[in-house]
Structure formats: C-alpha cells, structure tokens
C-alpha cells in the first residue's frame, strides 16, 4: 500500500526536523548565555533566529514550540474552572513570542493559555507609520466590528490601530490584526489551528455579552530586570508608561482603565468585576469620565 508508505516516510521526515529544530533552539540557548564575543546576540539576533525557526516549524506543519493541546479544548477550560463565553483578555509579549489568553473568573481575569506567535514584523518599540512593517505596543480594545471570519488570513481581527494615543502621536497606518497563516507585515500572525481556539473564545465572549476586549501589547515581559536592562533605550520612557497598566493588572487582576493624558499613556485602576471593555478615554486619572 503505496500511500501508507509515502505517510510513514512524511512523518519520520517530520521527526528528524523536529529533532533538528531542537538542537538547533538548543543550541541558540547555549549561545546566548554564553554571550561569544564573536556572535553578538542582541536582541534583534534572537528575534531573527526565532523567526526562522518558527517559518520553518510552520512550512513542515509542525507545533509552534509550548502550544496548547488544541485537540483538548473542553478539558482545559473545566480543569481551569472557567467557562466559554467568559469575558477575556490578551496579553501580547513581542520579544517572548507570546500570546496569552486571560478569561474572567469571579469577577478577576485568570491566564487560560499561552499560545507561541507564529510571526510578528519589525523591532522592539512601536508602530510610527504606514509602511514600516512594524508591529505596534500599547492598549487597544477588540469589538464585533473589528473580526473577519472570511480573512484571507484565514481569521482575523483587527486590533484598533491607530487608537486615540497613536493619533495623538500622529501614527499612521490601518488594519493591524491578529490573524492565521504564520505571514506578518505589521500583524501578529498564528497558525491557522491556534487562531480557530482563539477565535472560538473571542466570539463566545462578545456574543456573550462582552462589549469589547482589551489586548495589551507589550514589548517584552515588563519585569523590573527587564526595564532596568532597557534605561537606555529610545523608547523606555514610552514602555516605563505602558509598565504602569501592566502593574495594575498584575496587582488586581482587574483590566486597568487606559486614558491618553498629556499625550502619555496613564491608567486607572478597573472596577471589580470589570470586563475591561471600555475604550480608551481621553483625560487624566482622577478627573471625571466624559458621558
């Protein structure tokens, strides 16, 4: 039987790349903790060699590294004792890869999963203009109007750039989005298996009444170590802002309340039982909302 053969040949092809690919990242790893003085691996050096490990890892249709159990949905969410159609949150990490998926439990939002970005453009630092190919930082929210099922990214939706404090800065540019297809210029790309979890739970909790989901995007994982090794950066004063949001939702739980104020990213702490579905306000903390 022909086509039993020509199977088991693909999958033991697909075995040896993996194995490859292990001892590859592997050795990536040891790299950079040993720092050799003659491969510098900056940043931008392991973004890029993370990069084509995971082009790679998507053209062999193979699991981005840490992902979810996909097949096992159902299970995941009643062992986290959490529902579908739960209000949620993102939380998207550009230097880590990484998008998480926090959902609503008690009035407080819990991490569901961690899922690896497939592909995302650019540097570390914000969106400035159309065209550059980098993907964005800050705090947007996602509502109905923002997801296309019929993407030819297979699914996506859109994160709401340029928001109010992107226009104040006069960035430009449209249609950021999250979607399928492990393609970016600008977006942050999934495979097409993990945009259909995600998307599963994004559209159950906007029919299920959320108005709007927040998604925070991140240069990094806004440690203290992580701001201190940054100081010298362009754009730290920018990120120390965002580092405030970050904070407030990591001591509550809470979505914070973003507001664009002076022309800076500030923040309120959100109301318990909040779904953090209000966008973002243009005013200061402490001075009463606009109606």
């Not at 970016?184 to 559209?203: H, K, P, R, Y």
Request: aromatic share 8%; proline share 7%.
């Amino acid at each position: 039987m022909p086509h039993l053969s020509d199977s088991r040949e693909r999958k033991g092809g697909r075995a040896i790349i993996a194995l490859l690919l292990t001892v590859l990242a592997l050795s990536a790893g040891v790299l950079a903790l040993a720092k050799p003085s003659w491969l510098p691996l900056d940043d931008r050096t392991k973004i890029g060699l993370e990069r084509w490990q995971r082009r790679l890892r998507a053209d062999l249709d193979l699991p981005m590294p840490g992902q979810p159990d996909l097949a096992r949905l159902s299970q995941r969410l009643a062992d986290a004792g959490v529902a579908e159609g739960a209000p949620i949150l993102l939380r998207i990490y550009k230097k880590e890869f990484e998008l998480e998926l926090w959902m609503q439990q008690a009035g407080k939002f819990k991490r569901f999963a961690v899922y690896p970005i497939c592909r995302w453009s650019g540097r570390l630092g914000p969106k400035l203009q159309q065209g550059d190919a980098q993907a964005p930082e800050g705090f947007y929210t996602v509502d109905q109007s923002a997801l296309n099922p019929n993407s030819r990214w297979h699914r996506s939706f859109n994160l709401g750039y340029p928001n109010l404090f992107d226009q104040s800065h006069g960035r430009t540019g449209s249609l950021i989005m999250v979607h399928g297809g492990c393609a970016s210029i600008g977006c942050f790309a999934m495979t097409n298996a993990q945009i259909d979890e995600i998307w599963q739970l994004v559209t159950a909790a906007l029919n299920g009444g959320q108005k709007r989901f927040q998604v925070q995007v991140f240069p990094f994982r806004m440690t203290d170590a992580a701001m201190a090794n940054a100081e010298n950066r362009a754009d730290a004063a920018f990120w120390r802002d965002l580092k405030a949001g970050s904070d407030l939702f990591e001591t509550s739980f809470v979505p914070p309340k973003p507001m664009l104020c002076e022309g800076r990213y500030r923040f309120e702490p959100g109301e318990a039982g909040s779904k953090g579905d209000a966008a973002i306000e243009t005013r200061c903390p402490g001075q009463p909302a606009k109606s």
